[in-house]
């Protein structure tokens, strides 16, 4: 049987209460607490972890993406920080110096060039 969480709304107490799945809607919780009956249910998110995955999609979210200005380099330095913080060691070294360099105003083109060593013209 699924264990449900409830929050009191008198007191605010936490308390699970184990339910079979198609008895949830008829279940009546009572706050062990304070014996209030005003009880909303809280969701559970236990084994949803998220994953790198969603996590960097969450980032790349197209409503922050749109408020990027691209002609502000301090901007996008914040941006990249953040995304660096999220990836962790797998970012690795260069994002540090791309950050750098945008948060000293250093325009993102200029910053490609002298580090896109694969590229040549
Ligand atoms: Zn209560």
Redesign the pocket.
């Known amino acids: 049987m699924p264990e449900y969480d409830f929050r009191?709304k008198?007191?605010?107490?936490t308390f699970s209460v184990m339910s079979a799945v198609e008895a949830i809607d008829e279940l009546e919780p009572v706050?062990p607490?304070?014996?209030?009956t005003d009880i909303s249910r809280l969701i559970r998110r236990v084994g949803i972890v998220t994953s790198e995955d969603t996590r960097i999609e969450r980032l790349m979210d197209p409503s922050r993406m749109a408020a990027l200005d691209e002609g502000d380099p301090r901007a996008m330095g914040r941006f990249m920080r953040e995304m660096a913080n999220e990836l962790g060691e797998d970012a690795g070294p260069e994002i540090h110096e791309v950050i750098d360099r945008l948060e000293a105003g250093e325009s993102p083109e200029s910053i490609d060039q002298s580090l896109g060593g694969d590229e040549t013209l």
């Open positions: 009191c008198a007191c605010g107490h706050c607490q304070c014996d209030a």
